[in-house]
């Protein structure tokens, strides 16, 4: 499972949050935070690693030095409380390891990059 919030920046880079950015079940300080970018108008990925560690040393019983695979399953995004203007949001895993968010105006399919301090949440599985 991971989660992670960020503020998307109008047509500029989006930004993970200030508080409480993100976390994964394998955030173990042995693996790489997910790159998120902005990748078209309105549509955003969160790219984690494709392999990560755990923490049991490599010379260790239980250990499992060519790490796991991430498989991401599920996705899940919700516009945060504060955000100054409603918007529909989406997510879906759209590879193992990358999950794509599309933000829209409400009650339109036009495609949006909020610049009004909105955040989004995502979470998955």
């Known amino acids: 499972a991971a989660w992670a919030r960020f503020v998307p920046n109008g047509s500029g880079a989006p930004a993970f949050a200030t508080t409480n950015a993100r976390s994964e079940l394998w955030n173990n300080g042995n693996n790489a935070a997910p ?30 030095p060519a790490g796991f695979a ?16 409603n918007y529909e949001v989406s997510a879906a895993v759209t590879a193992p390891n990358v999950i794509t968010v599309k933000i829209f105006t409400v009650g339109s399919s036009t495609a949006h990059d909020p610049s009004d301090g909105t955040t989004v949440g995502v979470f998955s599985l």
């Open 70 to 85: 991430v498989n991401l399953l599920a996705a899940w995004a919700n516009l945060e409380l504060g955000a100054s203007t």
């Open 35 to 64: 790159v998120l970018a902005r990748t078209g108008a309105g549509v955003y990925t969160l790219t984690y690693p494709g392999t990560v560690f755990d923490e049991i040393p490599a010379n260790l019983p239980g250990a499992t």
